[in-house]
């Protein structure tokens, strides 16, 4: 009997504090996007692209302003299946890996998608604002901090003329 006693005195131990909620998905394609459009690099690499790449990226564009995620995953999955290694696709279907919350095939995207780019101008700026994002989302500040050292080096200034 005296052990029930005891047991009844026990206090569960407190819950560890949670971290506090990252950003939006919503909010972070918005960083990313930005830091493209932040980029004023003399380098914005456009190769040609199939047409059929074109209407499915930008039908998965529309998708995505619906917030039909699945609908533009599977357009850019197609895409990819056409270009697989399109970076623009490549960085498009990151940044709805965001949205849908898969982390990490955002991450692996945006750098393959670095990987096969120019690794200058508007693109190389937000495969790494991508992995900003997902880092700052993970808590990892270190790996935030380098990646955002890298958003940076995208930049390609121009020749100052006197």
């Given at each position: 009997?005296?052990?029930?006693?005891?047991?009844?005195c026990?206090?569960?131990?407190?819950?560890?504090?949670?971290?506090?909620?990252?950003?939006s998905?919503?909010a972070?394609v918005?960083?990313?996007?930005?830091a493209g459009?932040?980029d004023k690099?003399?380098?914005?690499?456009?190769?040609?692209?199939?047409?059929?790449?074109v209407?499915l990226?930008?039908a998965?564009?529309?998708?995505?302003r619906n917030?039909?995620?699945?609908?533009?995953a599977?357009?850019?999955?197609?895409?990819?299946?056409?270009t697989?290694?399109?970076?623009?696709?490549?960085?498009d279907r990151a940044?709805v890996?965001?949205?849908m919350?898969d982390?990490?095939?955002?991450e692996?995207?945006?750098?393959?998608?670095?990987?096969?780019g120019s690794?200058?101008?508007?693109?190389?700026a937000?495969?790494?604002?991508?992995?900003?994002e997902i880092?700052?989302?993970a808590?990892?500040?270190?790996?935030?901090?380098?990646?955002?050292?890298?958003v940076?080096e995208?930049r390609?200034p121009?020749?100052?003329?006197?």
């Amino acid at each position: 009997m005296p052990v029930l006693l005891l047991a009844a005195c026990v206090q569960p131990a407190p819950e560890a504090p949670r971290p506090p909620p990252g950003k939006s998905s919503v909010a972070m394609v918005n960083e990313i996007r930005a830091a493209g459009e932040r980029d004023k690099s003399v380098i914005n690499v456009h190769p040609l692209v199939d047409p059929g790449v074109v209407a499915l990226q930008d039908a998965a564009k529309q998708d995505e302003r619906n917030g039909n995620y699945q609908a533009a995953a599977a357009k850019l999955d197609m895409a990819l299946k056409r270009t697989p290694d399109a970076p623009d696709v490549l960085q498009d279907r990151a940044e709805v890996a965001i949205y849908m919350g898969d982390f990490q095939l955002a991450e692996k995207l945006a750098h393959q998608s670095w990987t096969l780019g120019s690794k200058q101008g508007p693109l190389c700026a937000r495969n790494w604002q991508t992995i900003v994002e997902i880092r700052q989302q993970a808590h990892d500040e270190a790996g935030a901090a380098s990646a955002s050292k890298w958003v940076g080096e995208c930049r390609e200034p121009g020749i100052q003329r006197l």
